[in-house]
């Protein structure tokens, strides 16, 4: 049984940082392209940033761009979500999600697993 569990969110202040973790069982995360999906109130879930199986290529939405960082540690099969000046307009439950493939892709539909997501909540 795969499971992904994210942690780290809570309230922050704009310009702050945090860091998200997305830890998984039952799957070797270095292998899959994960990503990181958000969903602000009343909104759809959109993309945020993903990174490649087995490599390390990755690739951000234009309004994250410069602001978050994606990484894996392979040794403790997480990957985690670096953001730094947050505005706002991140506030939103994130999710992580992994696919079997280590391609990457910007399209939620493309995961197969997903994690039971992780409040941000920036106060201004």
């Known amino acids: 049984q795969v499971q992904l569990v994210e942690s780290g969110g809570g309230l922050v202040q704009a310009g702050g940082s945090v860091r998200l973790s997305c830890a998984a069982s039952?799957?070797?995360?270095?292998?899959?392209?994960v990503g990181w999906f958000r969903q602000a109130p009343g909104k759809g879930r959109e993309f945020v940033a993903t990174i490649s199986g087995y490599g390390s290529t990755t690739q951000y939405a234009d309004s994250v761009k410069g602001r978050f960082t994606i990484s894996r540690d392979a040794g403790k099969n997480t990957v985690y979500l670096d953001m730094d000046g947050l505005k706002s307009e991140d506030t939103a439950v994130y999710y992580c999600a992994s696919r079997r493939s280590w391609v990457s892709s910007v399209h939620l539909e493309s995961y197969d697993y997903w994690g039971q997501g992780t409040q941000v909540t920036v106060s201004s």
């Open positions: 039952g799957r070797t995360l270095s292998e899959d392209a």
